[in-house]
C-alpha cells in the first residue's frame, strides 16, 4: 500500500494568515484556529495509522506554527476588546475628531 503525504500546505497558509491578520483588531485568531484545527485532526488520523502516513513530522511543524499563530492572535484580540471595554474607543474617537479638525484648519 502505497503512503499518503499530509498536505501542509492549507495549516501553513492559515497559519500565515493569522500571523498577519494579528494586527487588524486580533482577528487572526480565527484563521490560526482553523489552522490548528485542521493539523490537530490529521495528525490524529495519522497517530492511528501511522505506517499509512508519510510525513508527520512535517505536520507536527505546522500544528507548532499554527499554535504560536493562534496564541499571539488571541493574546492581541483578548487586549483589543479590554482597551476597547475599558474606554479605549472613546479616546480613539477624541484624536482622530482632532486630527480631522487639524487637518480642516490646514487646507
Not at 505546522?62 to 479616546?91: H, M, P, Q, R
Request: net charge negative; hydrophobic share 45%; aromatic share 16%.
Amino acid at each position: 500500500m502505497e503512503k499518503q503525504k499530509l498536505n501542509t500546505t492549507l495549516v501553513y497558509i492559515l497559519a500565515i494568515l493569522g500571523f498577519l491578520c494579528c494586527c487588524i483588531g486580533g482577528i487572526g485568531f480565527i484563521f490560526a484556529g482553523i489552522a490548528f484545527y485542521i493539523a490537530h485532526t490529521k495528525l490524529k488520523e495519522a497517530y492511528a495509522n501511522p505506517e499509512n502516513y508519510e510525513n508527520i513530522d512535517a505536520m507536527k511543524t505546522a500544528k507548532t506554527v499554527a499554535l504560536v499563530a493562534l496564541i499571539i492572535s488571541s493574546l492581541y484580540f483578548l487586549y483589543n476588546v479590554y482597551w476597547f471595554s475599558t474606554g479605549g474607543w472613546d479616546e480613539f474617537m477624541m484624536k482622530y475628531q482632532e486630527a480631522m479638525e487639524e487637518m480642516q484648519r490646514n487646507q
